[in-house]
Protein backbone atom coordinates (compact mmCIF):
# COMPACT_ATOMS: atom_id res chain seq x y z
CA UNK A 1 0.00 0.00 0.00
CA UNK A 2 1.47 3.24 -1.04
CA UNK A 3 1.84 5.84 2.10
CA UNK A 4 0.81 8.98 2.07
CA UNK A 5 2.76 11.60 4.17
CA UNK A 6 2.64 15.00 4.18
CA UNK A 7 4.70 17.65 4.00
CA UNK A 8 4.58 20.79 6.42
CA UNK A 9 3.67 23.82 5.03
CA UNK A 10 7.18 25.59 7.01
CA UNK A 11 9.30 22.95 5.97
CA UNK A 12 10.81 23.42 2.78
CA UNK A 13 12.34 19.84 0.58
CA UNK A 14 15.83 20.64 1.49
CA UNK A 15 15.51 21.07 5.08
CA UNK A 16 13.36 17.95 5.11
CA UNK A 17 16.13 15.98 2.92
CA UNK A 18 18.64 17.44 5.84
CA UNK A 19 16.59 15.96 8.34
CA UNK A 20 16.19 12.85 6.18
CA UNK A 21 20.02 12.67 6.74
CA UNK A 22 20.33 13.18 10.52
CA UNK A 23 16.98 11.00 11.15
CA UNK A 24 19.38 8.47 9.42
CA UNK A 25 22.39 9.42 11.40
CA UNK A 26 24.75 9.91 8.19
CA UNK A 27 27.60 11.83 7.74
CA UNK A 28 29.92 13.11 4.71
CA UNK A 29 31.31 9.99 4.73
CA UNK A 30 29.12 7.31 5.51
CA UNK A 31 26.73 5.88 2.80
CA UNK A 32 23.00 5.31 3.46
CA UNK A 33 22.02 1.73 3.74
CA UNK A 34 19.11 -0.69 4.05
CA UNK A 35 18.50 -0.01 7.48
CA UNK A 36 18.72 3.75 7.46
CA UNK A 37 15.89 3.98 4.84
CA UNK A 38 13.87 1.65 6.72
CA UNK A 39 14.31 4.78 9.60
CA UNK A 40 13.33 7.01 7.74
CA UNK A 41 10.25 5.57 6.96
CA UNK A 42 9.15 4.82 10.34
CA UNK A 43 9.97 8.13 11.31
CA UNK A 44 7.07 9.17 8.84
CA UNK A 45 9.37 11.49 6.54
CA UNK A 46 8.11 11.70 2.93
CA UNK A 47 8.18 9.03 0.75
CA UNK A 48 9.36 12.32 -1.68
CA UNK A 49 12.18 13.41 1.20
CA UNK A 50 13.16 9.69 1.27
CA UNK A 51 13.59 9.16 -2.73
CA UNK A 52 15.59 12.57 -2.85
CA UNK A 53 17.56 11.46 0.05
CA UNK A 54 18.73 8.07 -1.68
CA UNK A 55 19.60 9.78 -4.86
CA UNK A 56 21.49 12.67 -3.29
CA UNK A 57 23.82 11.09 -0.74
CA UNK A 58 26.31 7.92 -1.39
CA UNK A 59 24.28 4.60 -0.81
CA UNK A 60 25.38 1.18 0.34
CA UNK A 61 22.15 -1.21 -0.03
CA UNK A 62 21.78 -4.53 -0.20
CA UNK A 63 19.13 -5.24 -2.93
CA UNK A 64 18.47 -8.76 -3.21
CA UNK A 65 14.90 -10.27 -3.29
CA UNK A 66 14.90 -11.20 -0.28
CA UNK A 67 15.95 -7.58 1.24
CA UNK A 68 13.40 -5.85 -0.95
CA UNK A 69 10.59 -7.88 0.32
CA UNK A 70 11.38 -7.33 3.70
CA UNK A 71 12.01 -3.67 2.90
CA UNK A 72 8.58 -4.11 1.52
CA UNK A 73 7.04 -5.71 4.22
CA UNK A 74 7.90 -2.68 6.58
CA UNK A 75 5.93 -0.36 4.65
CA UNK A 76 9.36 0.93 1.83
CA UNK A 77 7.40 1.85 -0.91
CA UNK A 78 8.21 0.92 -4.74
CA UNK A 79 9.79 4.20 -5.40
CA UNK A 80 12.19 4.58 -2.33
CA UNK A 81 13.01 0.66 -3.26
CA UNK A 82 13.39 1.51 -7.19
CA UNK A 83 15.92 4.47 -6.03
CA UNK A 84 17.59 2.09 -4.40
CA UNK A 85 18.09 -0.10 -6.77
CA UNK A 86 19.39 2.37 -9.26
CA UNK A 87 21.93 4.06 -6.72
CA UNK A 88 23.13 0.20 -6.64
CA UNK A 89 23.02 -0.30 -10.11
CA UNK A 90 25.23 3.06 -10.38
CA UNK A 91 27.68 1.46 -8.45
CA UNK A 92 28.14 -1.72 -10.25
CA UNK A 93 28.28 -0.14 -13.62
CA UNK A 94 31.08 2.48 -12.22
CA UNK A 95 32.52 -0.96 -10.89
CA UNK A 96 32.70 -2.55 -14.33
CA UNK A 97 34.06 0.75 -16.38
CA UNK A 98 36.88 2.82 -15.72
CA UNK A 99 36.38 5.88 -13.66
CA UNK A 100 37.53 8.11 -16.35
CA UNK A 101 34.50 7.45 -18.66
CA UNK A 102 32.53 9.25 -16.18
CA UNK A 103 29.52 7.86 -18.38
CA UNK A 104 25.71 9.59 -17.17
CA UNK A 105 23.44 7.70 -15.86
CA UNK A 106 20.14 7.61 -17.83
CA UNK A 107 17.06 8.20 -15.65
CA UNK A 108 15.32 5.85 -17.83
CA UNK A 109 17.31 2.65 -17.67
CA UNK A 110 17.03 2.33 -13.73
CA UNK A 111 16.33 -0.52 -13.51
CA UNK A 112 12.38 -1.35 -11.95
CA UNK A 113 11.02 -4.26 -9.21
CA UNK A 114 10.95 -7.38 -10.95
CA UNK A 115 8.57 -8.58 -7.92
CA UNK A 116 5.11 -9.35 -9.43
CA UNK A 117 2.29 -6.82 -8.15
CA UNK A 118 -1.26 -6.55 -7.70
CA UNK A 119 -3.38 -3.47 -6.99
CA UNK A 120 -6.61 -2.75 -5.92
CA UNK A 121 -8.36 -0.21 -7.60
CA UNK A 122 -11.00 1.74 -5.63
CA UNK A 123 -12.41 4.10 -8.20
CA UNK A 124 -9.37 6.89 -9.36
CA UNK A 125 -7.52 5.36 -6.18
CA UNK A 126 -5.40 2.25 -6.46
CA UNK A 127 -3.86 0.27 -3.11
CA UNK A 128 -1.17 -2.15 -3.04
CA UNK A 129 -1.82 -5.63 -1.73
CA UNK A 130 1.17 -7.23 -0.20
CA UNK A 131 2.93 -10.21 -1.78
CA UNK A 132 2.26 -12.37 1.17
CA UNK A 133 3.99 -16.31 1.98
CA UNK A 134 2.75 -19.31 1.25
CA UNK A 135 3.13 -21.79 3.18
CA UNK A 136 3.21 -25.63 1.61
CA UNK A 137 2.56 -29.12 3.64
CA UNK A 138 1.80 -32.37 3.77
CA UNK A 139 -0.70 -34.99 4.97
CA UNK A 140 -1.28 -38.43 3.82
CA UNK A 141 -4.92 -38.01 3.73
CA UNK A 142 -6.32 -37.40 -0.31
CA UNK A 143 -7.38 -33.93 -1.79
CA UNK A 144 -11.34 -34.82 -1.63
CA UNK A 145 -12.45 -31.48 -0.03
CA UNK A 146 -11.32 -27.95 0.90
CA UNK A 147 -13.14 -28.45 4.27
CA UNK A 148 -11.76 -32.14 4.79
CA UNK A 149 -8.20 -30.53 4.20
CA UNK A 150 -9.45 -27.80 6.64
CA UNK A 151 -9.55 -30.09 9.54
CA UNK A 152 -6.79 -31.88 9.04
CA UNK A 153 -4.65 -31.73 12.02
CA UNK A 154 -1.53 -32.92 10.11
CA UNK A 155 -1.85 -29.88 7.93
CA UNK A 156 -2.52 -27.63 10.38
CA UNK A 157 -0.11 -28.16 12.61
CA UNK A 158 2.40 -28.22 9.65
CA UNK A 159 1.13 -24.96 8.76
CA UNK A 160 1.99 -23.26 12.31
CA UNK A 161 5.08 -24.90 12.20
CA UNK A 162 6.44 -24.00 9.07
CA UNK A 163 5.70 -19.93 10.39
CA UNK A 164 9.02 -20.06 12.39
CA UNK A 165 11.89 -18.63 11.58
CA UNK A 166 13.99 -21.91 11.80
CA UNK A 167 12.23 -23.34 9.27
CA UNK A 168 11.92 -20.58 7.30
CA UNK A 169 15.57 -20.07 7.13
CA UNK A 170 15.73 -23.94 6.31
CA UNK A 171 12.98 -23.84 3.15
CA UNK A 172 14.96 -20.39 1.70
CA UNK A 173 18.93 -20.99 1.79
CA UNK A 174 19.09 -21.72 -1.07
CA UNK A 175 18.91 -18.72 -3.64
CA UNK A 176 14.92 -18.39 -2.98
CA UNK A 177 13.88 -15.50 -5.44
CA UNK A 178 11.06 -14.85 -3.04
CA UNK A 179 10.90 -16.31 0.20
CA UNK A 180 7.61 -18.03 -0.35
CA UNK A 181 7.31 -22.03 0.85
CA UNK A 182 8.26 -23.68 3.81
CA UNK A 183 7.63 -27.69 2.91
CA UNK A 184 6.71 -29.79 6.04
CA UNK A 185 9.00 -32.87 5.68
CA UNK A 186 10.93 -33.48 9.21
CA UNK A 187 9.65 -34.07 13.32
CA UNK A 188 6.38 -36.08 14.43
CA UNK A 189 4.25 -34.07 12.22
CA UNK A 190 5.07 -36.44 9.64
CA UNK A 191 7.83 -38.73 10.82
CA UNK A 192 4.99 -41.81 10.28
CA UNK A 193 4.49 -40.95 6.98
CA UNK A 194 8.04 -40.61 5.79
CA UNK A 195 9.05 -43.81 7.65
CA UNK A 196 6.99 -45.92 4.65
CA UNK A 197 8.04 -43.57 1.72
CA UNK A 198 4.62 -44.01 0.00
CA UNK A 199 4.72 -43.46 -3.61
CA UNK A 200 2.43 -40.05 -3.16
CA UNK A 201 1.37 -37.75 -1.05
CA UNK A 202 -1.15 -34.39 -0.98
CA UNK A 203 0.88 -31.65 -0.93
CA UNK A 204 -1.55 -28.19 0.64
CA UNK A 205 -0.41 -24.58 0.01
CA UNK A 206 -1.99 -22.87 2.79
CA UNK A 207 -1.56 -18.73 4.27
CA UNK A 208 -0.46 -18.30 7.60
CA UNK A 209 -3.48 -16.30 9.82
CA UNK A 210 -7.13 -16.60 10.22
CA UNK A 211 -8.06 -13.67 8.14
CA UNK A 212 -6.27 -10.86 6.10
CA UNK A 213 -5.35 -7.62 6.91
CA UNK A 214 -6.97 -6.14 3.55
CA UNK A 215 -10.52 -5.95 4.04
CA UNK A 216 -12.68 -4.87 0.93
CA UNK A 217 -15.87 -2.58 1.38
CA UNK A 218 -16.95 -3.23 -2.08
CA UNK A 219 -18.86 -6.75 -3.18
CA UNK A 220 -17.09 -6.80 -6.98
CA UNK A 221 -13.43 -5.51 -6.55
CA UNK A 222 -11.28 -4.88 -9.45
CA UNK A 223 -7.24 -5.12 -9.53
CA UNK A 224 -4.34 -4.65 -11.44
CA UNK A 225 -1.86 -7.50 -11.73
CA UNK A 226 1.83 -7.10 -13.01
CA UNK A 227 3.87 -9.59 -13.50
CA UNK A 228 5.80 -8.84 -17.10
CA UNK A 229 9.38 -8.57 -14.99
CA UNK A 230 9.13 -12.13 -12.54
CA UNK A 231 12.93 -13.40 -13.22
CA UNK A 232 12.85 -16.53 -15.10
CA UNK A 233 9.29 -17.08 -16.16
CA UNK A 234 7.64 -16.62 -19.35
CA UNK A 235 4.61 -14.26 -17.97
CA UNK A 236 2.67 -15.66 -21.25
CA UNK A 237 2.43 -19.11 -19.29
CA UNK A 238 0.59 -17.45 -16.59
CA UNK A 239 -2.75 -15.61 -15.85
CA UNK A 240 -3.96 -14.05 -12.90
CA UNK A 241 -7.19 -15.81 -10.72
CA UNK A 242 -9.39 -15.28 -8.00
CA UNK A 243 -9.86 -18.39 -5.19
CA UNK A 244 -11.77 -18.98 -2.44
CA UNK A 245 -9.88 -19.57 0.95
CA UNK A 246 -11.06 -21.89 3.51
CA UNK A 247 -10.45 -21.19 7.13
CA UNK A 248 -8.63 -24.18 8.94
CA UNK A 249 -9.03 -24.29 12.53
CA UNK A 250 -8.01 -20.56 12.89
CA UNK A 251 -4.42 -20.94 12.09
CA UNK A 252 -4.56 -20.48 8.01
CA UNK A 253 -6.85 -20.41 4.92
CA UNK A 254 -6.09 -23.28 2.54
CA UNK A 255 -5.79 -21.99 -1.01
CA UNK A 256 -5.56 -26.16 -2.48
CA UNK A 257 -3.50 -29.13 -2.78
CA UNK A 258 -2.67 -31.65 -5.30
CA UNK A 259 -0.78 -34.99 -5.22
CA UNK A 260 2.52 -35.67 -5.82
CA UNK A 261 5.68 -37.78 -4.96
CA UNK A 262 7.03 -37.57 -1.11
CA UNK A 263 10.18 -36.26 -2.24
CA UNK A 264 8.80 -33.72 -5.31
CA UNK A 265 9.82 -30.85 -3.18
CA UNK A 266 13.33 -31.19 -3.32
CA UNK A 267 13.26 -32.57 -7.07
CA UNK A 268 15.04 -30.39 -9.72
CA UNK A 269 13.20 -31.64 -12.45
CA UNK A 270 10.88 -30.61 -14.06
CA UNK A 271 8.65 -33.35 -13.93
CA UNK A 272 5.37 -32.56 -11.44
CA UNK A 273 2.32 -31.39 -13.10
CA UNK A 274 0.95 -29.49 -10.08
CA UNK A 275 -2.22 -28.04 -11.57
CA UNK A 276 -3.34 -30.63 -13.82
CA UNK A 277 -5.28 -32.42 -10.34
CA UNK A 278 -5.19 -29.46 -8.47
CA UNK A 279 -8.02 -28.78 -5.88
CA UNK A 280 -9.11 -25.21 -5.50
CA UNK A 281 -12.38 -22.85 -5.53
CA UNK A 282 -12.31 -20.73 -8.17
CA UNK A 283 -14.49 -17.15 -9.00
CA UNK A 284 -15.33 -17.33 -12.12
CA UNK A 285 -13.43 -14.20 -13.65
CA UNK A 286 -12.45 -13.29 -16.82
CA UNK A 287 -8.59 -11.56 -16.80
CA UNK A 288 -8.68 -8.68 -20.03
CA UNK A 289 -5.17 -9.16 -20.93
CA UNK A 290 -2.83 -5.59 -21.48
CA UNK A 291 0.02 -7.53 -22.85
CA UNK A 292 2.94 -10.29 -21.25
CA UNK A 293 1.90 -10.48 -17.66
CA UNK A 294 -0.36 -7.41 -17.52
CA UNK A 295 -3.95 -7.63 -16.53
CA UNK A 296 -6.88 -5.83 -15.28
CA UNK A 297 -9.29 -8.16 -13.51
CA UNK A 298 -13.16 -7.18 -12.28
CA UNK A 299 -14.84 -9.74 -10.19
CA UNK A 300 -18.50 -10.51 -9.77
CA UNK A 301 -20.04 -9.93 -6.46
CA UNK A 302 -18.33 -11.99 -4.01
CA UNK A 303 -20.01 -13.22 -0.74
CA UNK A 304 -18.34 -12.38 2.88
CA UNK A 305 -15.28 -13.71 3.09
CA UNK A 306 -11.55 -14.70 2.36
CA UNK A 307 -10.00 -14.41 -0.61
CA UNK A 308 -6.66 -14.97 -3.03
CA UNK A 309 -5.69 -13.48 -5.92
CA UNK A 310 -3.30 -15.90 -7.69
CA UNK A 311 -1.34 -17.05 -10.70
CA UNK A 312 -2.39 -20.11 -12.82
CA UNK A 313 -0.51 -21.38 -15.25
CA UNK A 314 -2.39 -21.31 -18.40
CA UNK A 315 -1.82 -24.92 -19.48
CA UNK A 316 -3.11 -27.66 -16.69
CA UNK A 317 -0.57 -30.37 -18.37
CA UNK A 318 2.85 -27.05 -17.37
CA UNK A 319 5.46 -29.06 -15.64
CA UNK A 320 7.05 -27.89 -12.69
CA UNK A 321 10.13 -28.35 -10.22
CA UNK A 322 9.36 -29.32 -7.12
CA UNK A 323 12.58 -27.72 -5.69
CA UNK A 324 11.46 -24.48 -7.54
CA UNK A 325 7.83 -24.82 -5.90
CA UNK A 326 9.50 -25.17 -2.47
CA UNK A 327 10.94 -22.90 -2.28
CA UNK A 328 8.76 -19.94 -4.59
CA UNK A 329 11.34 -19.47 -7.54
CA UNK A 330 10.87 -19.04 -11.20
CA UNK A 331 7.82 -20.95 -12.01
CA UNK A 332 7.39 -21.86 -8.34
CA UNK A 333 7.64 -18.40 -7.39
CA UNK A 334 4.35 -17.62 -10.04
CA UNK A 335 2.26 -20.67 -8.19
CA UNK A 336 2.90 -19.48 -4.67
CA UNK A 337 2.62 -16.36 -4.58
CA UNK A 338 -0.55 -14.88 -3.28
CA UNK A 339 -2.11 -11.57 -2.49
CA UNK A 340 -5.56 -12.02 0.05
CA UNK A 341 -8.24 -9.68 0.83
CA UNK A 342 -11.17 -9.99 2.79
CA UNK A 343 -15.20 -9.39 1.89
CA UNK A 344 -16.41 -7.53 4.68
CA UNK A 345 -20.40 -7.95 6.16
CA UNK A 346 -20.66 -4.70 5.30
CA UNK A 347 -19.23 -4.41 1.92
CA UNK A 348 -21.82 -3.46 -0.57
Given at each position: ????????????????????????????????????????????????????????TPGAYDT?????????????????????????????????????????????????????????????????????????????????????????????????????????????????????????????????????????????????????????????????????????????????AVVKLTP???????????????????????????????????????????????????????????????????????????????????????????????ISDEAQ
Amino acid sequence: MTRKRKIRPIATGAYLVLMAASIAGQNSTKPLTNNDVLAMVNKKMPESVIVSAIKTTPGAYDTSTNELIRLNSAGVTELELNAMIGVAHKASSADAVPAASNIAADPDTTPRSRMPRVQLMQGSTSQDLKLEKTQLAQTKNKPSSMKNLASDSVVTQAMQAGISTASWDAATHMNSVIGGSTVQEAGSIVSGMLAHRPPTVTYVWGVPGPASSNVVHTLAPAFSVDYSRAAGVNPDDFEPAVVKLTPAQNTCRIVGATQGKADAGASPAADWQVYSHYLEEPVTVKPQKLGPGKYKINTPELAPGEYGLVLRPISKTKKFSGGDVARAQGDGLMFDAIWTFQISDEAQ
